[in-house]
């Protein structure tokens, strides 16, 4: 039996199943959303070799929670323009940037300044990297024997900004 | 009170301490965010070095005794330092690193070694086998002279007339010259 109120019932039903859906279709979708971290100061020493290159490589942590895990690298140094150019406040030392998605790397794709590298995939599952693999690119700095060969004598410094983008 | 204020001035020395002590680091870490941003230092130490090159082998044939034999070379050096400071010391294969030529039996013959600071020169600066000559400066740009001017330097070699006229005809005698070059 049927009370006269159940129509209302029934539709006060619909109208919270409504709600529902609304509320679930109407949920903003989490921002997209990089890190980078476990960056270390680099250095190279006293010079020894100067008709090669000389490398230094360090592995460092890029998360991104988009669904391809994507992201974009720009880096730019502390010389002229964002200029990779360490400086001994008399002369510069010009190095080189490469990158690589993937950690352990001493060679990569080589970045220019100031120009982003696309199209980078990050195999990290926390932003610090606290679970899953430890890091997960590769950032790596050449002084190019080239340069070496004419580089003057000097204590060289200069500072290196890594910019990581979602995509 | 007054050891309370000692107390305070010892804790704020070690601090201070502690933090000389520390190596200083510049890295930035960055943040979880649309884009993220993390910076390194890079430091690196470029030693004073110098290098000389463009040396050529020195032969003097079928020389006049009359008149003393000359060769005069223009040589590569390059120094890195900030004033492209560099010293030479020249020695010889005689005794006691002397200049002297021989052919294995017959008496040593002595030779002059000459050094200029700037090429195409045909006399300089007489070294002394095993001294150094301080105070050089090079011109030059690169390392091999391959940019800027193609030579720095002058080397010049010469046998006197008198020595000339001491030695046997036909007879080959040969020596090596060793030079050094060092930063300032």
């Known amino acids: 039996m049927r009370t006269s109120w159940a129509p ?6 619909r109208l919270v199943v409504g709600l529902a859906i609304a509320i679930v279709l109407s949920a903003p979708a989490l921002g997209q959303r990089v890190r980078v971290s476990g960056v270390t100061d680099l250095s190279f020493g006293m010079l ?12 460092i942590c890029v998360y991104s929670n988009g669904q391809s895990s994507g992201y974009s690298i720009s880096a730019w140094g502390s010389g002229s323009a964002g200029s990779f150019e360490l400086s001994n406040g008399l002369n510069t030392l010009h190095y080189d940037v490469e990158w690589s998605p ?13 120009v982003p590298l696309p199209g980078q995939i990050s195999g990290a599952d926390h932003q610090t990297c606290n679970t899953g693999p430890a890091t997960s690119a590769s950032l790596i700095v050449v002084l190019r024997g080239v340069d070496l060969a004419q580089a003057r004598e000097g204590n060289y410094t200069g500072s290196l900004s890594l910019l990581i983008s979602t995509e | 009170m007054k050891s309370k204020a000692n107390r305070y001035a010892v804790i704020s020395a070690v601090g201070l301490l502690s933090l000389l002590a520390s190596p200083v680091s510049a890295a930035t870490q960055g943040s979880f965010g649309a884009t993220s941003t993390g910076s390194i230092s890079i430091n690196a130490s470029v030693p004073g070095r110098v290098r000389i090159s463009g040396l050529s082998d020195v ?3 079928n020389v006049d005794p009359s008149a003393a034999a000359v060769d005069a070379q223009s040589v590569c050096v390059w120094s890195n330092t900030s ?11 005689g005794t006691a690193n ?3 030529l021989t052919d294995g039996s017959a008496p040593a013959v002595p030779y002059t070694v000459e050094w200029a600071g700037s090429s195409g020169q045909t006399s300089g600066i007489t070294l ?3 001294s150094a000559l301080t105070g050089q400066t090079s011109t030059a740009i690169s390392s091999d002279c391959t940019a800027g001017p193609a030579a720095s330097a002058s080397l010049v070699v010469s046998i ?25």
């Open chain 1, 102 to 114: 993937v950690s352990g790397q001493t060679t990569g794709t080589n970045v220019a300044p100031n």
């Open chain 2, 128 to 130: 002394a086998a095993g």
């Open chain 1, 8 to 13: 209302g019932i029934h539709f006060a039903r």
């Open chain 2, 98 to 100: 002397a200049f002297t």
């Open chain 2, 59 to 61: 032969d003097f044939s």
């Open chain 2, 83 to 93: 004033t492209r400071g560099y010293s030479i010391t020249a020695t010889g294969s």
């Open chain 1, 48 to 59: 020894a070799g100067f008709q090669s290159d000389q490398r230094q490589s360090q592995s």
């Open chain 2, 160 to 184: 006197g007339s008198p020595t000339l006229q001491s030695m046997t005809a036909g007879v080959t005698y040969a020596g090596t010259l060793t030079l050094v070059v060092a930063p300032e």
